[in-house]
């Protein structure tokens, strides 16, 4: 029998979902970047992908209840910038590693703050909007009015704070509207996969591998935050803080009531064509 392909980052947040998968027999792991994972399960190019729960609103993909990356309360990588207090902002620079992040953010400023900026396209790491022509100001100059930004940069490269009086962390921000945890990805596969018996086998045998080792790696956050912060450029105590207290791997009943809840709210406002989304029956793991 073939491999499942798992398509996922490595991230220093996706660690104790990912770590060690490289090793788990039936499992091949497939590094790409956060924006292709959706689309690599939808065209068969993977099996499972740790995709945006945003792209879990489409009839095609199903959401394997095998872990997640959540918070239930502050997320500190998921967070706005501005030099204008929140009422004024006019147009949100989006950081293209960024997708269900972007729809939250736009959520959480219409309801808190009444705005609906418009959106562009960012590029954090060369710091220019990519519609942008060639920048000329130096990159510490770069930074635009308003900017969501997400993952590892926003630690490793963040901002000035001086230039930003005003921030947002948006897990809190969501937990603080709706009390909540919030969802950002969950392992998914392609519904078809599950509706044939000899590929539904493959992947419910996948999912059971990885919530296994989504447990194992529960036990073990001290080694892998010794392991990977110091590759990823993270102080050590912020990041056992990171992924030992602020994020959640687990997905639960809450979880999903928080998944559905966003994914009504980002329907409602035009952001996805319906609300619906497919969970598999939660698998035991193997072993």
């Given at each position: 029998m073939q491999p499942v392909r798992i398509a996922a980052v490595r991230y220093l947040n996706t660690a104790p979902l990912v770590e060690g998968l490289e090793h788990v027999h039936g499992l091949t792991l497939v590094p790409t970047v956060p924006s292709r994972i959706a689309p690599m399960v939808v065209s068969g190019e993977a099996d499972i992908g740790l995709a945006s729960i945003i792209d879990g609103a489409n009839p095609d993909l199903t959401l394997l209840p095998a872990?997640?990356?959540g918070c239930d309360g502050p997320t500190l990588t998921v967070r706005l910038f501005s030099?204008?207090?929140w009422t004024m902002?006019?147009?949100l620079c989006a950081d293209t590693d960024s997708h269900t992040s972007v729809v939250l953010a736009q959520l959480i400023l219409r309801h808190r703050f009444g705005v609906s900026p418009r959106?562009?396209?960012f590029d954090a790491r060369e710091r220019v909007a990519i519609s942008s022509p060639a920048?000329?100001?130096?990159l510490d100059e770069a930074w635009p009015q308003t900017l969501l930004l997400i993952g590892d940069k926003v630690v490793t490269d963040s901002p000035p704070a001086v230039r930003y009086?005003?921030?947002l962390d948006l897990g809190e921000a969501w937990k603080e509207w709706t009390g909540l945890p919030f969802v950002y990805a969950t392992w998914m596969c392609r519904?078809?996969?599950?509706?044939?018996?000899?590929?539904?086998?493959r992947i419910q045998t996948a999912a059971s591998l990885l919530e296994r080792q989504r447990m194992h790696n529960s036990t073990r956050l001290d080694w892998i935050v010794q392991t990977r912060a110091p590759n990823s450029r993270w102080p050590m105590d912020l990041a056992r803080r990171y992924l030992g207290s602020l994020l959640r791997y687990q997905v639960g009943d809450r979880e999903r009531e928080a998944a559905a809840r966003f994914l009504t709210l980002a329907h409602e406002a035009g952001f996805?064509?319906?609300s619906d989304s497919n969970w598999a029956p939660s698998a035991a793991p193997v072993g």
């Amino acid at each position: 029998m073939q491999p499942v392909r798992i398509a996922a980052v490595r991230y220093l947040n996706t660690a104790p979902l990912v770590e060690g998968l490289e090793h788990v027999h039936g499992l091949t792991l497939v590094p790409t970047v956060p924006s292709r994972i959706a689309p690599m399960v939808v065209s068969g190019e993977a099996d499972i992908g740790l995709a945006s729960i945003i792209d879990g609103a489409n009839p095609d993909l199903t959401l394997l209840p095998a872990g997640m990356i959540g918070c239930d309360g502050p997320t500190l990588t998921v967070r706005l910038f501005s030099t204008v207090p929140w009422t004024m902002v006019a147009e949100l620079c989006a950081d293209t590693d960024s997708h269900t992040s972007v729809v939250l953010a736009q959520l959480i400023l219409r309801h808190r703050f009444g705005v609906s900026p418009r959106v562009r396209a960012f590029d954090a790491r060369e710091r220019v909007a990519i519609s942008s022509p060639a920048p000329t100001t130096r990159l510490d100059e770069a930074w635009p009015q308003t900017l969501l930004l997400i993952g590892d940069k926003v630690v490793t490269d963040s901002p000035p704070a001086v230039r930003y009086p005003h921030q947002l962390d948006l897990g809190e921000a969501w937990k603080e509207w709706t009390g909540l945890p919030f969802v950002y990805a969950t392992w998914m596969c392609r519904t078809a996969d599950l509706q044939e018996s000899a590929s539904r086998e493959r992947i419910q045998t996948a999912a059971s591998l990885l919530e296994r080792q989504r447990m194992h790696n529960s036990t073990r956050l001290d080694w892998i935050v010794q392991t990977r912060a110091p590759n990823s450029r993270w102080p050590m105590d912020l990041a056992r803080r990171y992924l030992g207290s602020l994020l959640r791997y687990q997905v639960g009943d809450r979880e999903r009531e928080a998944a559905a809840r966003f994914l009504t709210l980002a329907h409602e406002a035009g952001f996805t064509k319906t609300s619906d989304s497919n969970w598999a029956p939660s698998a035991a793991p193997v072993g």
